[in-house]
């Protein structure tokens, strides 16, 4: 399977962790919109849509999101959400996802490459700042470490 066309829609100047959206095209012929380009503590990278879990709630039963505080229903407190950053998962459930390795790296590099590219050619940029950020990231050595 082939991606044919990816389309990124900047998200920058919202200064969250959320730097863009994609929709991508696979084989001309089949559309996912709304996948997230997040900034994570150090890499970028690419979130499937998706949907929030839900659970029920211990007082009236009636489903509520996992991490919502209280029941919409009712109004009794729900049990304290898990830290969304470490267990996603937990929380969101991928509406459309890639099965393997191989085509999760392959969707995720051409999705950060047309944010990349986007992102040079934004006139909104501001390009001092732009052009520091082209550097590859270099690996640390280790100098002066055991
Ligand atoms: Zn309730």
Redesign the pocket.
């Known amino acids: 399977m082939e991606i044919t066309e990816v389309r990124v829609s900047l998200r920058e100047h919202e200064g969250k962790r959320l730097k863009a959206y994609a929709t991508v095209t696979f084989d001309n012929s089949f559309v996912v919109r709304n996948i997230k380009i997040i900034q994570g503590n150090n890499d970028l990278f690419v979130a499937m849509p998706a949907r929030k879990m839900k659970q029920f709630?211990p007082?009236?039963g009636?489903k509520?999101e996992v991490d919502s505080r209280y029941?919409s229903?009712?109004?009794?407190q729900m049990p304290p959400p898990k830290d969304p950053s470490e267990d996603r998962q937990s929380i969101h459930q991928d509406l459309a996802h890639p099965i393997n390795q191989e085509f999760r790296d392959y969707l995720q590099s051409k999705i950060l490459d047309a944010y990349q590219d986007k992102k040079n050619s934004s006139p909104e940029e501001e390009n001092n700042e732009a052009v520091q950020e082209q550097g590859e990231s270099q690996p640390q050595k280790d100098i002066g470490q055991q």
């Open positions: 709630c007082r009236c009636k509520v029941c229903n009712c109004g009794a």
